[in-house]
């Protein structure tokens, strides 16, 4: 099975940028849709983007939308997701996930699960 392991999160200001990255290892990350979800305290784990196999599909939760963008190389075995305009909401554990399923936007179709990188968004 895949493991995975974010990276990139930390402090930044409102209007700030940050990229997370999610490494695999273990499998090819190309057998795997891919997405990232957030989970701010005392919420509920809520979707934030996925991405298919291939790359050639993206969707994101509208809270996100034109801000962030979801991205693989597989090669590398790695995913990203690049946040632009970061506001105070956006302050949450982020996760990554992984698939063999269907391409899915629900957090329970994921089986595999990175175990998080804190981003915090000061205002």
């Known amino acids: 099975q895949v493991q995975l392991v974010e990276s990139g999160g930390g402090l930044v200001q409102a209007g700030d940028s940050l990229r997370l990255s999610c490494a695999a290892s273990?499998?090819?990350?190309?057998?795997?849709?891919m997405g990232w979800f957030r989970q701010a305290p005392g919420q509920e784990r809520k979707f934030v983007a996925v991405?298919?196999?291939?790359?050639?599909?993206?969707t994101y939760s509208d809270s996100v939308k034109g801000r962030f963008t979801i991205s693989r190389d597989n090669a590398k075995n790695t995913m990203y997701l690049q946040m632009n305009s970061l506001k105070p909401e956006d302050t949450a554990v982020y996760y990554c996930?992984?698939?063999?399923?269907?391409?899915?936007?629900?957090?329970?179709?994921?089986?595999?699960w990175g175990q998080g990188t804190q981003v915090t968004v000061s205002s």
């Open positions: 996930a992984g698939t063999r399923g269907a391409y899915s936007l629900a957090a329970r179709s994921f089986e595999y």
């Open positions: 273990g499998r090819t990350l190309i057998s795997y849709h």
């Open positions: 991405i298919s196999r291939s790359g050639g599909s993206t």
